[in-house]
């Protein structure tokens, strides 16, 4: 039986599962409704989308590493409070979804949690997601995954706070030792502490440098002072500005924070590493991410986040 866009809207609305389960269930069943509500009941999706409702913007950013240093993977599954997110269970489930994302070949989330979960091969990691959610009694929420390989060179790691921020950066090096790993951890610290949005200049878009300058301009033309100096003045302020900016968002033009002289910036931190080591070091890239990163959070202090856990 042809399985319709319609009859999965209509599983959809009937139970609250997600697209792709909806369709899977349907074709189990080969398009029987009442059918496949139950096996999505079976599967524990129908009543995990019971608390989907609920806003999930805790939890923990894992980093993970292969043992050679050449591949890496970073990811976010959320929680709905922090109390979850300390929990060994569900930071033993974040380590599995890591693992996931290590090898998977998907190119976005949906892909993801449509594949086969590894560590049980009769669910997708959306179906093992679910069942997650009910046994932690929280919604779940796998935010986000990146991989970064270097095979000319390493991926560097670092996690703060337990996992409130994970960082990992793409080090391209012909010498590794404990002076360029330590290198390579310092950056890692400084891209969470700094949170930086680009590597380095080249990667600042020509879109986005004339748009700070229109945004800029705007502000000096409704200054009576600043709006009255001539062109090539009011031009030289926007560079000025817009450079002062650069250092700011991108790594390698930032000002390294263990810099003793509080001048040396992250480009010649590096730099004189690699002197120093007789090495070739490039900074290719970084990942960042801090959980709950744009998400609406709860408003709840400790004692009722206990409360709630013991009234579940």
């Known amino acids: 039986m042809a399985i319709t866009a319609g009859m999965v809207k209509e599983l959809r609305e009937m139970t609250g599962a997600g697209m792709m389960d909806c369709k899977k269930a349907l074709t189990q069943c080969e398009g029987d409704m009442d059918k496949a509500v139950e096996f ?13 409702g609920r806003i999930a913007a805790e939890g923990v950013a894992q980093v993970l590493v292969s043992a050679d240093g050449k591949k890496a993977v970073a990811v976010e ?35 993801f949690l449509a594949e086969t979960w590894k560590f049980d091969e009769t669910k997708t990691v959306n179906e093992a997601l679910a069942g997650q959610v009910a046994v932690i009694g929280e919604n779940l929420k796998i935010r986000r995954f990146q991989q970064v390989a270097e095979e000319n060179g390493f991926v560097a790691s670092y996690t703060h706070m337990g996992g409130k921020i994970g960082v990992l950066v793409d080090i391209e090096t012909d010498v590794v030792n404990d002076a360029v790993k330590e290198m390579a951890k310092n950056v890692a610290m400084q891209v969470a502490a700094l949170k930086p949005q680009y590597t380095d200049r080249s ?63 992250v480009a010649k931190y590096v730099a004189e590493v690699a002197k120093a080591n007789s090495a070739k070091i490039a900074i290719k890239g970084f990942v960042r991410f ?23």
Do not use: W
């Open 40 to 52: 999505l009941r079976e599967k524990g999706l129908a009543t995990a989308q019971k608390k989907a």
């Open 290 to 312: 801090e959980t709950g990163e744009g998400l609406e959070k709860k408003n709840e202090d400790f004692a009722a986040e206990v409360a709630a856990q013991m009234n579940k």
């Open 77 to 111: 599954v959320n929680s709905e409070t922090d109390f979850v997110a300390k929990n060994e269970k569900f930071q033993a489930y974040v380590a599995q979804v890591a693992e996931q994302a290590m090898d998977t070949t998907a190119a976005d989330i949906d892909a």
């Open 203 to 265: 990667e600042v878009s020509a879109e986005y440098i004339a748009h700070e300058k229109e945004i800029l301009l705007a502000q000096i033309q409704n200054d009576p002072k600043e709006s009255q100096k001539p062109e090539k003045v009011i031009n030289g302020m926007i560079e000025g500005r817009i450079n002062k900016e650069l250092k700011e968002i991108c790594l390698m033009d930032q000002v390294y924070v263990k810099a003793e002289d509080g001048k040396q910036t």
